[in-house]
């Protein structure tokens, strides 16, 4: 039995905060009821870096500044510390995993029904950006909204990407379907570098820039 502190959850046993801050858990052991006890967490700050020119999941002209890059799955980093070019199919596979949790991820975000067809939730996430970039009138993320579209090289720009990114969802997920049940290397280095760069990285960025404006 616990009790959460406001502004976080405990979602699935995954604890889950929205803001940064320190927050702090109540709960009881199962066996000592008239023992309370309590968890301190705290969440900090997202970070962003800086790009470093060249290096593969750090390096994208799509995204305006520094990037966050703390959705990332931790096997990017994996990727980034091996030699990519020695290892392209370990590497395409390790693409498919980072693609999906960050699907995964924004599904959870936002409260997006998942499905087992991957395409169709990348699909869904890309509508659901799509519709959220939007401005209406009298928003309140009015100026939250137009500074992620600077971001992004403007709002049509991000628009323009997003329906990219969901008009090419099926032939991904085909190209990483095929790849994980045939394990041959059909993408080569310089597609692989460009994937996780040019989708991979904004594509995390979107979501954690998105999450810290409340958008």
């Not at 959460?4 to 995954?14: F, L, M």
């Not at 995964?104 to 990348?122: D, H, I, Q, S, V």
């Not at 579209?149 to 709002?155: D, I, L, T």
């Amino acid at each position: 039995m616990y009790t959460v502190s406001k502004a976080c959850n405990i979602n699935n046993h995954i604890f889950e905060a929205d803001e940064p801050g320190k927050f702090v858990i109540s709960y009881f052991r199962a066996l000592e009821r008239s023992r309370k006890e309590e968890l301190s967490i705290i969440v900090a700050k997202r970070k962003k870096v800086h790009k470093k020119k060249g290096e593969i999941f750090n390096d994208t002209d799509v995204v305006v500044g520094d990037l966050y890059l703390d959705e990332l799955h931790s096997i990017a980093m994996e990727v980034a510390n091996i030699d990519y070019k020695c290892y392209p199919l370990l590497s395409a596979i390790s693409l498919r995993v980072v693609l999906e949790d960050l699907v995964k991820k924004e599904c959870r975000y936002t409260g997006l029904m998942l499905t087992g067809n991957l395409a169709e939730n990348f699909e869904n996430v890309m509508d659901s950006f799509i519709d959220r970039i939007e401005i209406r009138r009298n928003d309140p993320k009015k100026t939250d909204i137009e500074e992620l579209h600077k971001e992004f090289r403007g709002r049509d720009a991000l628009k323009n990407l997003l329906n990219h990114w969901k008009d090419n969802a099926k032939s991904t997920s085909n190209t990483f379907n095929y790849v994980t049940h045939n394990p041959v290397p059909i993408l080569n280095v310089e597609e692989i570098y460009n994937f996780a760069n040019n989708i991979l990285v904004p594509f995390g960025h979107l979501i954690s820039s998105a999450k810290e404006k409340g958008i």
